[in-house]
Antibody, heavy 119, light 107 residues
Protein backbone atom coordinates (compact mmCIF):
# COMPACT_ATOMS: atom_id res chain seq x y z
CA UNK A 1 0.00 0.00 0.00
CA UNK A 2 1.37 3.37 -1.03
CA UNK A 3 1.57 5.81 1.88
CA UNK A 4 2.89 9.33 2.26
CA UNK A 5 3.11 10.35 5.91
CA UNK A 6 3.94 13.94 6.73
CA UNK A 7 5.47 15.41 9.85
CA UNK A 8 3.34 17.12 12.48
CA UNK A 9 2.09 20.66 12.85
CA UNK A 10 4.62 23.40 13.53
CA UNK A 11 4.38 26.73 15.31
CA UNK A 12 7.31 29.00 14.50
CA UNK A 13 8.30 32.64 14.80
CA UNK A 14 9.12 34.91 11.86
CA UNK A 15 12.76 34.57 10.86
CA UNK A 16 13.09 31.00 12.14
CA UNK A 17 14.05 28.09 9.92
CA UNK A 18 12.00 24.97 9.36
CA UNK A 19 12.17 21.63 7.57
CA UNK A 20 9.05 19.50 7.16
CA UNK A 21 9.03 15.93 5.89
CA UNK A 22 7.08 13.46 3.81
CA UNK A 23 8.05 9.82 4.44
CA UNK A 24 6.88 7.35 1.84
CA UNK A 25 6.37 3.60 1.80
CA UNK A 26 4.87 0.95 -0.43
CA UNK A 27 6.70 1.82 -3.64
CA UNK A 28 10.13 2.59 -5.06
CA UNK A 29 10.91 6.07 -3.72
CA UNK A 30 13.48 6.88 -6.38
CA UNK A 31 11.21 6.24 -9.37
CA UNK A 32 8.39 8.74 -8.86
CA UNK A 33 8.23 12.54 -8.76
CA UNK A 34 6.95 14.13 -5.54
CA UNK A 35 5.35 17.55 -5.55
CA UNK A 36 4.69 20.05 -2.78
CA UNK A 37 1.42 21.99 -2.69
CA UNK A 38 0.53 24.94 -0.49
CA UNK A 39 -2.94 25.82 0.81
CA UNK A 40 -3.38 29.00 2.77
CA UNK A 41 -6.31 28.51 5.19
CA UNK A 42 -9.58 29.13 3.39
CA UNK A 43 -7.85 29.51 0.01
CA UNK A 44 -7.07 27.38 -3.02
CA UNK A 45 -4.26 25.00 -3.91
CA UNK A 46 -0.89 26.30 -5.16
CA UNK A 47 1.70 24.08 -6.87
CA UNK A 48 5.10 24.88 -5.36
CA UNK A 49 7.39 22.53 -7.20
CA UNK A 50 8.48 18.95 -7.66
CA UNK A 51 11.47 16.73 -6.94
CA UNK A 52 12.63 13.46 -8.48
CA UNK A 53 14.22 11.54 -5.60
CA UNK A 54 16.24 9.34 -7.97
CA UNK A 55 18.60 12.20 -8.83
CA UNK A 56 17.16 15.11 -6.77
CA UNK A 57 16.22 16.95 -9.94
CA UNK A 58 13.89 19.78 -8.88
CA UNK A 59 11.55 22.18 -10.64
CA UNK A 60 10.16 25.14 -8.72
CA UNK A 61 7.24 27.40 -9.47
CA UNK A 62 8.55 30.95 -10.03
CA UNK A 63 6.39 32.01 -7.10
CA UNK A 64 8.39 29.80 -4.74
CA UNK A 65 11.83 29.75 -6.38
CA UNK A 66 14.37 31.03 -3.84
CA UNK A 67 11.80 30.95 -1.04
CA UNK A 68 11.93 27.23 -0.24
CA UNK A 69 14.24 24.28 -0.86
CA UNK A 70 13.10 20.78 -1.76
CA UNK A 71 15.30 17.78 -1.05
CA UNK A 72 15.09 14.01 -0.75
CA UNK A 73 16.91 11.35 1.29
CA UNK A 74 16.96 7.97 -0.41
CA UNK A 75 18.17 6.18 2.73
CA UNK A 76 15.04 7.15 4.67
CA UNK A 77 12.66 7.46 1.69
CA UNK A 78 11.78 10.95 2.83
CA UNK A 79 11.19 14.15 0.91
CA UNK A 80 11.71 17.50 2.60
CA UNK A 81 10.55 21.08 2.23
CA UNK A 82 12.53 23.71 4.06
CA UNK A 83 12.65 27.41 4.77
CA UNK A 84 15.66 29.38 5.99
CA UNK A 85 13.70 32.36 7.25
CA UNK A 86 9.95 32.03 7.72
CA UNK A 87 7.46 34.85 7.21
CA UNK A 88 3.93 35.18 8.53
CA UNK A 89 2.74 34.74 4.95
CA UNK A 90 4.15 31.18 4.97
CA UNK A 91 1.31 30.16 7.30
CA UNK A 92 -0.46 27.39 5.42
CA UNK A 93 -1.07 23.68 5.09
CA UNK A 94 1.61 21.98 2.99
CA UNK A 95 0.88 18.74 1.16
CA UNK A 96 3.23 16.34 -0.54
CA UNK A 97 1.80 14.38 -3.45
CA UNK A 98 3.26 11.65 -5.63
CA UNK A 99 3.00 11.56 -9.40
CA UNK A 100 1.90 8.38 -11.12
CA UNK A 101 3.90 6.10 -13.38
CA UNK A 102 2.98 8.29 -16.37
CA UNK A 103 4.27 11.38 -14.53
CA UNK A 104 0.79 12.75 -14.00
CA UNK A 105 0.53 14.62 -10.66
CA UNK A 106 -1.40 13.91 -7.52
CA UNK A 107 -2.04 10.18 -7.55
CA UNK A 108 -1.29 9.84 -3.83
CA UNK A 109 -1.24 12.56 -1.18
CA UNK A 110 0.11 13.04 2.30
CA UNK A 111 -2.22 14.17 5.05
CA UNK A 112 -0.79 17.69 5.13
CA UNK A 113 1.37 19.65 7.58
CA UNK A 114 0.04 22.85 9.11
CA UNK A 115 2.74 25.47 9.50
CA UNK A 116 1.84 28.52 11.58
CA UNK A 117 4.22 31.47 11.66
CA UNK A 118 3.39 34.01 14.31
CA UNK A 119 5.26 36.28 16.68
CA UNK B 1 3.35 30.13 -17.75
CA UNK B 2 -0.05 28.52 -18.32
CA UNK B 3 -2.90 30.14 -16.43
CA UNK B 4 -5.96 28.06 -15.52
CA UNK B 5 -9.30 29.89 -15.23
CA UNK B 6 -11.94 27.85 -13.46
CA UNK B 7 -15.64 28.65 -13.36
CA UNK B 8 -17.86 29.07 -11.53
CA UNK B 9 -16.04 29.79 -8.28
CA UNK B 10 -19.02 28.40 -6.39
CA UNK B 11 -22.41 26.89 -7.08
CA UNK B 12 -25.43 25.69 -5.15
CA UNK B 13 -27.11 22.49 -6.24
CA UNK B 14 -29.47 19.83 -4.97
CA UNK B 15 -28.96 16.10 -4.63
CA UNK B 16 -29.63 14.55 -8.02
CA UNK B 17 -28.70 17.64 -10.02
CA UNK B 18 -26.30 17.57 -12.96
CA UNK B 19 -23.31 19.81 -12.29
CA UNK B 20 -20.74 21.12 -14.76
CA UNK B 21 -17.46 22.86 -13.92
CA UNK B 22 -15.19 24.38 -16.54
CA UNK B 23 -11.46 25.07 -16.72
CA UNK B 24 -9.89 27.16 -19.46
CA UNK B 25 -6.17 27.15 -20.14
CA UNK B 26 -4.34 30.22 -21.41
CA UNK B 27 -2.67 28.08 -24.09
CA UNK B 28 -2.96 24.61 -25.60
CA UNK B 29 -2.25 21.97 -22.95
CA UNK B 30 -3.36 18.97 -25.06
CA UNK B 31 -5.16 16.65 -22.60
CA UNK B 32 -2.67 17.18 -19.77
CA UNK B 33 -5.24 18.08 -17.15
CA UNK B 34 -6.44 16.50 -13.93
CA UNK B 35 -9.45 17.09 -11.70
CA UNK B 36 -9.29 16.92 -7.91
CA UNK B 37 -11.89 16.86 -5.14
CA UNK B 38 -11.19 18.30 -1.70
CA UNK B 39 -13.45 17.77 1.26
CA UNK B 40 -12.91 20.27 4.12
CA UNK B 41 -10.09 19.22 6.42
CA UNK B 42 -8.82 16.53 4.04
CA UNK B 43 -6.13 16.23 1.40
CA UNK B 44 -7.24 16.52 -2.22
CA UNK B 45 -8.18 13.37 -4.08
CA UNK B 46 -7.56 12.85 -7.78
CA UNK B 47 -10.74 12.02 -9.74
CA UNK B 48 -9.64 12.24 -13.36
CA UNK B 49 -6.28 12.31 -15.17
CA UNK B 50 -5.67 12.96 -17.96
CA UNK B 51 -8.65 14.96 -19.09
CA UNK B 52 -11.19 12.16 -19.52
CA UNK B 53 -9.73 9.15 -17.71
CA UNK B 54 -11.49 8.26 -14.48
CA UNK B 55 -9.25 7.25 -11.59
CA UNK B 56 -9.81 3.69 -10.38
CA UNK B 57 -12.51 3.59 -7.69
CA UNK B 58 -14.08 6.93 -8.60
CA UNK B 59 -17.84 6.67 -9.19
CA UNK B 60 -18.97 6.72 -12.81
CA UNK B 61 -21.20 9.76 -12.20
CA UNK B 62 -17.98 11.79 -12.56
CA UNK B 63 -16.74 12.42 -16.07
CA UNK B 64 -14.24 14.71 -17.74
CA UNK B 65 -13.96 16.00 -21.25
CA UNK B 66 -12.03 18.46 -23.35
CA UNK B 67 -8.64 19.05 -24.88
CA UNK B 68 -6.56 22.01 -25.94
CA UNK B 69 -7.79 24.94 -23.87
CA UNK B 70 -11.28 24.03 -22.65
CA UNK B 71 -12.11 21.28 -20.18
CA UNK B 72 -15.19 20.17 -18.30
CA UNK B 73 -15.88 18.12 -15.18
CA UNK B 74 -19.43 16.81 -15.00
CA UNK B 75 -21.20 15.16 -12.09
CA UNK B 76 -24.25 13.50 -13.63
CA UNK B 77 -26.30 13.13 -10.44
CA UNK B 78 -24.98 14.95 -7.40
CA UNK B 79 -24.76 12.88 -4.25
CA UNK B 80 -24.44 14.11 -0.63
CA UNK B 81 -20.78 13.08 -0.47
CA UNK B 82 -19.97 15.20 -3.56
CA UNK B 83 -20.37 18.50 -1.76
CA UNK B 84 -16.76 19.64 -1.78
CA UNK B 85 -14.36 21.93 -3.61
CA UNK B 86 -13.07 20.88 -7.03
CA UNK B 87 -9.82 21.94 -8.67
CA UNK B 88 -8.29 21.44 -12.07
CA UNK B 89 -4.51 21.13 -12.47
CA UNK B 90 -2.60 21.23 -15.74
CA UNK B 91 0.60 19.22 -16.18
CA UNK B 92 1.59 20.14 -19.72
CA UNK B 93 4.72 22.10 -18.78
CA UNK B 94 6.44 23.60 -15.76
CA UNK B 95 5.25 25.30 -13.70
CA UNK B 96 2.08 23.32 -13.13
CA UNK B 97 -0.86 25.47 -12.06
CA UNK B 98 -4.19 24.86 -10.38
CA UNK B 99 -7.44 26.49 -11.24
CA UNK B 100 -8.96 28.69 -8.55
CA UNK B 101 -11.41 26.04 -7.37
CA UNK B 102 -15.18 25.53 -7.46
CA UNK B 103 -17.04 25.09 -4.18
CA UNK B 104 -20.14 22.93 -4.61
CA UNK B 105 -22.63 23.69 -1.88
CA UNK B 106 -26.01 22.30 -0.93
CA UNK B 107 -29.00 24.28 -2.15
Amino acid sequence: EVQLVQSGAELKKPGESLKISCTVSGYSFTNYWIAWVRQVPGKGLEWMGVIYPGDSNTRYSPSFQGQVTMSADKSTTTAYLQWSSLKASDTAIYYCARHDVHQRPGEYWGQGTLVTVSS
Amino acid sequence: DVQMTQSPSSLSASVGDRVTITCRASQDIRDYLGWFQQVPGKAPKRLISPASILQSGVPSRFSGSGSGTEFTLTISSLQPEDFATYYCLHHDSYPLTFGGGTKVEIK
